[in-house]
Every structure is written in structure tokens, then in C-alpha cells.
């Protein structure tokens, strides 16, 4: 069974960091790419960012320079580290794996505060 799970969520200051994980399971991480999605209150999902089987990465204007994505397929784990956040990065922030369809997690909340 292929499942997505985030965490590392939590309360953040302005310009403070935080490392979300999404932990991956029931299908060879090795060979996939896995974006990671946030959700504001009363905004469609946007896409963050990504990372290839390679390790290519791909970032949304408004977050490159600040979030990185990496990758740790021993672990079947992939990680979004977040720096210098802003509080319009509040949201709940999702993993995804495409294969035919769409896996999510239960996402994992981040708030930024002011």
C-alpha cells in the first residue's frame, strides 16, 4: 500500500526555519519524484517545489532561494527545509507521489507568525 505521511510541522516566528518530512513507504522511492504542496486557509493547493529521481530540484518563485528539497532514499524519506519564513507561508503542507494517480499525506501545519 503506497502512503505519504508529513510531519515537522509547527508554530514559527518571522524569518525563523523549520524541516518537514514526509515519509514514504509501499513503493521504491528511488525512482520517483515527490513535490511537496501547501494549502492556505481559503487558497487552492500550490505547488512548493520538487525533486526528481535524480535529485533535480524545481522551486516555486516564491519560495526559491528559501526552501530546499532534499532526499534520502535509504530512508525512503524526502525533507523540506524551510528558511527565513515569511507568514504567508502558512499553510498545511503536503508530499506528493504522481504515479497514475495522486498520493497525499494528511499534511502537516505550518504557521508562521507576524
Known amino acids: 500500500q503506497v502512503q505519504v505521511v508529513e510531519s515537522g510541522g509547527g508554530l514559527v516566528q518571522h524569518g525563523g526555519s523549520l524541516t518537514l518530512s514526509c515519509v514514504t513507504s509501499?513503493?521504491?522511492?528511488?525512482?520517483?519524484?515527490i513535490g511537496w504542496f501547501r494549502q492556505a486557509p481559503g487558497k487552492e493547493r500550490e505547488g512548493v517545489g520538487c525533486i526528481s529521481s535524480s535529485g533535480y530540484t524545481n522551486y516555486a518563485d516564491s519560495v526559491k532561494g528559501r526552501f530546499t528539497i532534499s532526499r534520502d532514499n535509504a530512508k525512503k524519506m524526502v525533507f523540506l527545509q524551510m528558511n527565513s519564513l515569511k507568514p504567508e507561508d502558512t499553510a498545511i503542507y503536503y508530499c506528493?507521489?504522481?504515479?497514475?494517480?495522486?498520493?497525499w499525506g494528511q499534511g502537516t501545519q505550518v504557521t508562521v507568525s507576524s
Open positions: 506528493n507521489l504522481h504515479v497514475f494517480v495522486d498520493y
Open positions: 509501499g513503493f521504491t522511492l528511488d525512482y520517483h519524484t
